[in-house]
């Protein structure tokens, strides 16, 4: 590995350590490239001198040996040969959070993990690829967070070393180059914040870019805020945290507020795959509130949440006013899911009970004798709604009720059968569950109609 950067901008480089007697890279001498040598300073770069020849292999393998970097400039790697790792060096200030970043030119056969440790070996955070899911311009991006003043070390190595997974070929060649930049992300929102004065204000400029809100507690009763204005109506607010935190205890949970400061959001420490989201936002302006659920504070008690937008509606059936009975009934579209046997039509909508007394009423058909599952989502999504279902026939009498749990969301599957004909869905909040509804209080469901049982 070689490091390429300005004096200017060292913050800490420490020598190479030498080389361990017991530790020779893998290499053929014989290489119609290799020469003879006396130091690494006599190969080509991905090379060293091992008796008195230019092999494959570098010095950095351990944190003894680390490299040191450079702060906010590229510094140039190689992993080479097979299952090599690099280590690199840095010092960091108590209460930093850190982006850390490995780049490849398009001719590169690299694929790598990055890590984060401190002094004492214990690993504080890793990531493979980026938290909010793939970005173009960059191989690896890892957010992270210095919780003390010290020596920290950066891992990168290949995907295959990291996993040790049989399945997977270790890269490492010639080819195999990357550029590590470790730049200084501050710290944090402006202290103290609230929820009409939040330490960082973010303008959302559209769909699919994801937004960093780095949180740390100062004391148990500390929360950070960050804003968000967003750029049109009705779109998906995706939020999750950082997962790749192993060195953070806290616990975060998230709510989030609209312009009129009613709570339209709340999930704790939603993972990037758990679909946590504000189904159709009404408004522009929010507000995300991040606390520590387990109630403690202190230096490793630390995180980040990640904001992604989605696109202006989602392809399901927006709710139409007013559709609150049978005869203002929304009629849904029907999709065929095209199994390997039998009959399998869907219908797909999504919405909101804007009050306590709101019932959302809409009409679906089968023609023929189908059994009926339904998918009700809320609470899954961060929403506050504790959902009921019912199923109605074409004179409005009720066939099936559901109800859902505090905290959990309903899958109904395989009521009936029922007969050919006409029926309606309707959604509301079960009673007594809620003192108010609103923005929050938001669903999607799925109906299924089947001529045969869901498993």
Not at 45 to 56: D, F, H, Q
Not at 71 to 92: F, H, Q, R, S
Not at 147 to 155: A, I, L
Not at 159 to 181: Q, W
Request: one cysteine or more; proline letters at 4%.
């Amino acid at each position: 590995m070689r490091t390429a950067a300005s004096l200017s901008s060292l913050l800490l480089l420490l020598a190479c350590g030498s080389r361990k007697e017991d530790s020779v890279p893998e290499g053929d001498p014989n290489l119609p490239d290799s020469e003879a040598c006396g130091t690494d300073e006599q190969c080509d770069a991905g090379r060293i001198c091992e008796l008195s020849a230019c092999v494959a292999g570098d010095r950095d393998n351990s944190p003894e040996e680390a490299t040191g970097a450079f702060y906010e400039e590229g510094n140039a790697g190689v992993l080479n040969p097979a299952e090599d790792v690099d280590w690199w060096t840095i010092t960091g200030t108590a209460g930093t959070f850190v982006k850390i970043t490995t780049s490849k030119p398009d001719t590169s056969t690299v694929d790598t993990v990055v890590s984060l440790y401190d002094a004492a070996g214990h690993r504080l955070a890793w990531e493979d690829g980026y938290a909010g899911g793939t970005i173009s311009s960059l191989d690896t991006l890892l957010y992270a967070y210095f919780p003390e003043d010290g020596t920290y070390y950066v891992k990168v190595e290949d995907v295959a070393t990291f996993y040790d997974d049989p399945d997977l070929i270790p890269y490492g060649s010639d080819t195999s180059v990357y550029e590590l930049t470790i730049s200084d992300y501050g710290q944090g929102g402006d202290e103290p914040d609230a929820l009409y004065e939040a330490g960082i204000d973010y303008e959302v400029s559209g769909a699919k870019l994801v937004y960093p809100v780095p949180v740390a507690f100062s004391d148990e009763t500390d929360s950070d805020y960050a804003a968000f204005t967003l750029p049109f109506d009705d779109c998906p607010v995706y939020l999750f945290t950082m997962q790749h935190d192993d060195g953070s205890d806290a616990s975060l949970e998230l709510k989030l507020y609209n312009a009129e400061g009613e709570l339209v959001f709340s999930k704790e420490d939603p993972a990037r795959d758990v679909e946590a989201q504000l189904i159709a936002a009404q408004g522009r302006q929010y507000v995300l509130e991040v606390s520590d659920s387990s109630g403690r504070s202190g230096s490793s008690h630390w995180g980040w949440v990640f904001l992604l937008l989605g696109e202006e509606g989602d392809g399901n059936a927006r709710e139409a006013e007013p559709n609150n009975d049978t005869t203002q009934a929304q009629s849904l579209e029907a999709s065929d899911q095209e199994p390997d046997s039998g009959t399998w039509i869907s219908y797909y909508g999504q919405g909101t009970v804007d009050d306590l007394l709101d019932t959302d009423v809409y009409a679906f058909s089968m023609d023929e004798e189908l059994y009926v599952s339904v998918a009700l989502g809320a609470q899954g999504y961060g929403g506050l709604l504790v959902t009921r279902l019912e199923i109605l026939d074409t004179n409005g009498t009720v066939l099936e009720t559901v109800d859902s749990s505090a905290g959990l969301d309903l899958d109904a599957e395989n009521l009936g059968p029922f007969s050919s004909g006409d029926y309606f869905l309707r959604v509301s909040a079960v009673p007594d569950t809620l003192t108010s509804c609103g923005e929050g209080c938001f669903y999607r469901f799925g109906i299924h109609t089947a001529s045969f049982l869901f498993n």
